[in-house]
């Protein structure tokens, strides 16, 4: 050990209740700021995965961003003569090329798609009419970019590609309707097409509106159902990184030509506000360290204080004033760092203990348990936050220490 660290250490040790306090400052800030930072990452994490878990990280369809240019002004940008009143040519809606279109965003990497004919239909059963989404999925690319098989509470994605005349429904709308597994129920398009459908499969995510109003059929039975023969209006896309959606759903855009929207984009005000919320909250438990370093920065600029005579008989010697900041930097480091682990040990069981909380939101059905996030960056920020923190706390009393002059302080004792 050199006499540097060895006098640092004799300070604290000699100053046992100061150091214990400006020690428990320490394990507590670093303590509380895992605690709180789990915690609250935790809720955003599980906010967000049940957010793009829910909904398609990326949805391609039918429509553009801008509307279409008619043909006069495309070939005459600067022409005098304006045409008015010119009515589109009557089409059926949907993607076209869509095959075409699935091979190429199937081809960049680190997605998954799945297309999809969404409309709506009037289903009746035993005098009851309600109208639904009715979503027309190929089941084998739906269990890619879809979560929706794991809240089935009867029946499977599979028993619908089995049963070119399946239907899957809503716990809600069953209820409504009084259906179970096997019911036939009829379904009407706006056209005036009616399929009869075998409910094979029921799902419940949560959402009441959801569950009361959204169906899913092959999608051969609902372009047949729908008179859209071999069209889609929706691609649904999964990614591998939910936060590349935005410059992943820019490039399918510009090769496409079709409106494509990230969760990021739909969700932008909800990003917003977990954003502010996430200030809020490192303020706050920074807030907490920074107390605690003014226990150290009390403590080293008392040890200087005493020690005054001490640092001029060490001068005289022949240490130089960064030697005499090292010591009380060499402090603050060691303040630092063990409070920094015995603060993430105190800090890992609050957030164990956390973990096995379990509450009952109002108007949930189940307990759930506080979410937690276990990231090693929260670990490795509130430890660095700390050091800095008692680092900062030391520099003011060592700079003190280090300007300390020999020859005045000698002379005052003799």
Request: hydrophobic fraction near 50%; proline fraction near 4%; charge should be positive.
């Amino acid at each position: 050990m050199s006499i540097r660290l060895a006098i640092a250490v004799t300070h604290l040790v000699n100053r046992k209740r100061p150091t214990l306090v400006s020690l428990t400052g320490i394990v507590l800030g670093v303590a509380f700021f895992l605690a709180v930072s789990s915690l609250m990452r935790g809720s955003e994490r599980d906010f967000i995965k049940r957010l793009i878990d829910n909904s398609p990280h990326i949805t391609v369809s039918d429509e553009y961003r801008n509307p279409q240019l008619q043909p006069a002004v495309v070939r005459w940008p600067e022409g005098a003569v304006e045409v008015r009143r010119v009515k589109p040519l009557t089409e059926v809606r949907g993607i076209r090329g869509h095959a075409r279109k699935l091979a190429f965003i199937e081809s960049l990497p680190g997605l998954r798609a799945a297309p999809v004919l969404m409309g709506s239909v009037v289903l009746t059963f035993a005098g009851r009419i309600e109208g639904v989404t009715l979503s027309g999925i190929v089941p084998a690319k739906t269990k890619g970019v879809s979560t929706i098989e794991e809240k089935f509470t009867q029946g499977s994605l599979d028993a619908l590609a089995a049963n070119p005349n399946g239907i899957v429904i809503g716990v809600g709308l069953a209820k409504k309707f009084g259906l179970e597994m096997g019911s036939v129920v009829n379904a009407a398009s706006p056209g005036g097409e009616v399929r009869t459908l075998k409910v094979v499969g029921m799902f419940r995510t949560g959402n009441a509106n959801y569950d009361e109003t959204q169906t899913f059929a092959l999608l051969k039975r609902v372009q047949g159902l729908l008179d859209r023969p071999n069209r889609i209006n929706r691609f649904i896309i999964q990614l591998d990184d939910p936060y590349a959606a935005r410059d992943v759903a820019a490039v399918i855009e510009e090769r496409t030509g079709y409106k494509s929207v990230s969760w990021l984009e739909a969700s932008e005000d909800l990003m917003s506000v977990l954003l502010v919320r996430n200030l809020i909250m490192y303020s706050v438990v920074s807030a907490i360290l920074v107390v605690a370093a003014f226990g150290i920065y009390n403590t080293i600029s008392t040890i200087v204080m005493e020690k005054t005579h001490d640092i001029a008989i060490l001068k005289s010697m022949g240490f130089h004033a960064r030697d005499v900041r090292r010591i009380f930097l060499a402090e603050g480091v060691m303040l630092g760092l063990i409070g920094s682990l015995l603060g993430l040990a105190l800090g890992l069981g609050l957030m164990a203990l956390l973990a096995r909380v379990e509450i009952k939101p109002p108007g949930a059905t189940e307990l759930v348990h506080l979410p937690i996030y276990w990231g090693y960056e929260q670990y490795l920020l509130a430890a660095g936050f700390a050091l800095a923190s008692a680092v900062g706390a030391a520099y003011l009393p060592a700079r003190k220490a280090g300007r300390v002059q020999p020859v005045t302080i000698l002379r005052g004792m003799g």
